[in-house]
């Protein structure tokens, strides 16, 4: 199956002109929106436009930021300069560049897509049901990009027209009116996509996708004052329909998910799409960086003596951005039943440098022998017991967040991409998985949970437990689900999620979604700071400082900024 190629528009200039699964680059001077735009070939760049900012979120530090830190998972490792995103401090103001990034690029992108939408009544010549199927394509696209905005923004500039010169003024319209456009527009891209997802290239919205996106827009909606009566039931029947009616299966092994050479497997509904072609990959995908401790600085005696950065599986080029917390690897328990901690992290390393060896304190040690080792159940004072007869760098669990271990931590290995062309390069090839099937499954088992259908909810959850057992542990992992979903309610379902989805950029938009974010962050967030400083008002995100400047009249900022 090809594979989705994105291009940028910029300006109204087609910069870059795509063709089947190969992009070439032509530099066109007189192209103008209306000349451009009502051709077929132009109609399908500005569909394609609309993708590209995808990219500046999915596998971009900045969507991790907004989407990881200042959760119940995942705090600020050593490195980086967003750890006021994690910590809620005073940095996380208008002029904070990660409000900025999603705020610009998502609205480029609805622009992209109105000028699709607007101007296809105007194209000629062009095949009514390619035509169709890239409006929906436009119609998923403007309802994904006003779905983020309204949730991390709250009220947020609604327009469905096209800007083609400067505008300067701006209003912010109520929620509800912009997830009636949002509905509206997913209900269109489910009319107008194939149901067959093989008759889209790898990467385009397809009907299932649109469904999976609208379930999550309903069950959103069904916890705001504006719900309606119906969002809840719609959700799951949405949701319910992507695992009955389609060809795609949960992965028998949860670790091939991820695997890089194994990117268009049937568990994926939706992904972003990168490649390895330096001059069409754009910043590439950077999460390969950000979930890696600083390995090659620890090994052996704890002075990094016999590591060194490699493009063989387990090292990789460290950025050491986003740790897990002590409560989310303590959700991984019992690891004996539960294989999603062995299968995503990442907990060993071994010596890899035959030339830095540290011989003078361990005469024996050699290529191959373990490096470090992070223990899931020794205290802090067995790994001190043990350390001095170990002829690596040991750590635990327990000892993983102390001060001197900030930058050392288990490695997620669902973003490992070493199809890179050094060890050293930052822009990833591996596409960005946005839906999968298991997390229908959760949609479900959350809108069912919400109507009060506990069974149910239990039923779709234990389909995402089984896959996750060890084999011959089936039975134990699925026992007690109905009765911890009873004892614990929404918790449980989100502890779920968390060993399910960890590091995949979901986690502060459903603890806010669920209503569960204060509390969540309070009990567990792996710092003080975000403990301390999380107030009602970071429910929202701030308005960035450039809207506002640039807007007749200022444009509303929300409260507490």
Same mark, same amino acid.
């Given at each position: 199956?090809?594979?989705?190629?994105?291009?940028?528009?910029?300006?109204?200039?087609?910069?870059?002109?795509?063709?089947?699964?190969?992009?070439?680059?032509?530099?066109?001077?007189?192209?103008?929106?209306?000349?451009?735009?009502?051709?077929?070939?132009?109609?399908?760049?500005?569909? &394609? =436009?609309?993708?590209?900012?995808?990219?500046?979120?999915?596998?971009?530090?900045?969507? =991790?930021?907004?989407?990881?830190?200042?959760?119940?998972?995942?705090?600020?490792? =050593?490195?980086?300069?967003?750890?006021?995103?994690?910590?809620?401090?005073?940095?996380?103001?208008?002029?904070?560049?990660?409000?900025? *990034?999603?705020?610009?690029?998502?609205?480029?992108?609805?622009?992209?897509?109105?000028?699709?939408?607007?101007?296809?009544?105007?194209?000629?010549?062009?095949?009514?049901?390619?035509?169709?199927?890239?409006?929906?394509?436009?119609?998923?696209?403007? #309802?994904?990009?006003?779905?983020?905005?309204?949730?991390?923004?709250?009220?947020?500039?609604?327009?469905?027209?096209?800007?083609?010169?400067?505008?300067?003024?701006?209003?912010?319209?109520?929620?509800?009116?912009?997830?009636?456009?949002?509905?509206?527009?997913?209900?269109?891209?489910? &009319?107008?996509?194939?149901?067959?997802?093989?008759?889209?290239?790898?990467?385009? #919205?397809?009907?299932? @996708?649109?469904?999976?996106?609208?379930?999550?827009?309903?069950?959103? $909606?069904?916890?705001?004052?504006?719900?309606?009566?119906?969002?809840?039931?719609?959700?799951?029947?949405?949701?319910?329909?992507?695992?009955?009616?389609?060809?795609?299966?949960?992965?028998?092994?949860?670790?091939?998910?991820?695997?890089?050479?194994?990117?268009?497997?049937?568990?994926?509904?939706?992904?972003?799409?990168?490649?390895?072609?330096?001059?069409?990959?754009?910043?590439?995908?950077?999460?390969?960086?950000?979930?890696?401790?600083?390995?090659?600085?620890?090994?052996?005696?704890?002075? =990094?003596?016999?590591?060194?950065?490699?493009?063989?599986?387990?090292?990789?080029?460290?950025?050491?951005?986003?740790?897990?917390?002590?409560?989310?690897?303590?959700?991984?328990?019992?690891?004996?039943?539960?294989?999603?901690?062995?299968?995503?992290?990442?907990?060993?390393?071994?010596?890899?440098?035959?030339?830095?060896?540290?011989?003078?304190?361990?005469?024996?040690?050699?290529?191959?022998?373990?490096?470090?080792?992070?223990?899931?159940?020794? *205290?802090?004072?067995?790994?001190?017991?043990?350390?001095?007869?170990?002829?690596?760098?040991?750590?635990?669990?327990?000892?993983?967040?102390?001060?001197?271990?900030?930058?050392?931590?288990?490695?997620?290995?669902?973003?490992?991409?070493?199809?890179?062309?050094?060890?050293?390069?930052?822009?990833?090839?591996?596409?960005?998985?946005?839906?999968?099937?298991?997390? #229908?499954?959760?949609?479900? #088992?959350?809108? $069912?949970?919400?109507?009060?259908?506990?069974?149910?909810?239990?039923?779709?959850?234990?389909?995402?437990?089984?896959?996750?057992?060890?084999?011959?542990?089936?039975?134990?992992? *699925? @026992?007690?689900?109905?009765?911890?979903?009873?004892?614990?309610?929404?918790?449980?379902?989100?502890?779920?999620?968390?060993?399910?989805?960890?590091?995949?950029?979901?986690?502060?938009?459903?603890?806010?979604?669920?209503?569960?974010?204060?509390?969540?962050?309070?009990?567990?967030?792996?710092?003080?700071?975000?403990?301390?400083?999380?107030?009602?008002?970071?429910?929202?995100?701030?308005?960035?400082?450039?809207?506002?400047?640039?807007?007749?009249?200022?444009?509303?900022? &929300?409260?507490?900024?």
């Amino acid at each position: 199956m090809n594979k989705l190629t994105y291009t940028s528009i910029l300006s109204l200039l087609i910069l870059i002109v795509a063709s089947c699964d190969v992009l070439n680059e032509e530099v066109v001077s007189d192209v103008t929106a209306e000349t451009h735009f009502t051709t077929p070939s132009g109609f399908e760049d500005a569909v &394609n =436009g609309a993708y590209e900012p995808l990219r500046s979120f999915y596998g971009a530090e900045q969507g =991790g930021n907004l989407t990881e830190y200042g959760t119940d998972l995942i705090q600020n490792a =050593g490195h980086g300069g967003f750890h006021y995103m994690n910590q809620y401090n005073a940095g996380l103001n208008s002029e904070a560049s990660p409000m900025q *990034t999603l705020w610009d690029n998502y609205y480029i992108a609805i622009n992209s897509a109105n000028a699709a939408i607007n101007r296809a009544s105007e194209i000629e010549d062009m095949d009514e049901g390619l035509k169709n199927t890239r409006l929906g394509e436009a119609h998923f696209l403007r #309802a994904h990009y006003y779905f983020h905005l309204v949730e991390h923004f709250g009220p947020v500039h609604l327009t469905t027209e096209e800007t083609i010169g400067v505008e300067i003024e701006a209003t912010r319209a109520p929620e509800s009116e912009v997830y009636t456009q949002i509905v509206s527009d997913l209900e269109t891209a489910i &009319n107008n996509l194939p149901s067959d997802p093989s008759e889209q290239e790898w990467g385009r #919205a397809t009907e299932p @996708a649109a469904k999976m996106l609208l379930s999550q827009v309903l069950l959103t $909606r069904g916890y705001k004052d504006f719900a309606e009566s119906d969002d809840y039931s719609r959700a799951a029947t949405l949701a319910e329909s992507v695992i009955n009616d389609y060809n795609f299966r949960l992965l028998d092994d949860y670790e091939m998910i991820f695997d890089n050479d194994n990117e268009e497997n049937e568990e994926i509904i939706w992904a972003v799409q990168y490649g390895k072609d330096p001059l069409i990959n754009g910043p590439g995908n950077r999460s390969h960086l950000y979930y890696r401790p600083w390995y090659e600085v620890y090994g052996g005696d704890g002075s =990094g003596a016999g590591l060194v950065r490699s493009l063989e599986p387990g090292y990789g080029r460290p950025w050491i951005r986003f740790k897990m917390t002590p409560f989310a690897l303590q959700n991984y328990r019992p690891i004996d039943q539960d294989s999603r901690y062995k299968k995503s992290f990442q907990d060993t390393w071994y010596y890899n440098d035959a030339a830095s060896l540290p011989t003078d304190e361990y005469p024996n040690v050699a290529v191959g022998d373990t490096a470090i080792y992070i223990d899931p159940d020794m *205290t802090a004072q067995e790994v001190e017991q043990n350390q001095d007869s170990a002829p690596y760098y040991l750590m635990s669990w327990a000892t993983a967040h102390t001060n001197e271990n900030i930058n050392m931590f288990p490695s997620l290995k669902k973003h490992d991409d070493f199809q890179r062309p050094s060890v050293n390069e930052a822009a990833g090839n591996k596409d960005y998985i946005v839906y999968r099937l298991a997390e #229908a499954y959760l949609f479900a #088992a959350e809108a $069912r949970y919400q109507m009060g259908e506990l069974p149910a909810a239990a039923d779709h959850i234990n389909a995402v437990r089984e896959r996750a057992a060890w084999p011959g542990e089936e039975a134990n992992i *699925t @026992a007690n689900t109905l009765a911890n979903l009873q004892n614990e309610g929404l918790d449980y379902i989100l502890d779920e999620r968390g060993r399910e989805f960890y590091g995949e950029q979901k986690r502060w938009i459903t603890l806010k979604r669920t209503g569960k974010l204060l509390e969540r962050v309070r009990n567990y967030a792996g710092l003080q700071e975000s403990r301390d400083n999380i107030e009602e008002r970071h429910l929202l995100r701030p308005i960035p400082a450039t809207q506002i400047n640039r807007t007749d009249g200022g444009y509303e900022q &929300n409260p507490g900024y």
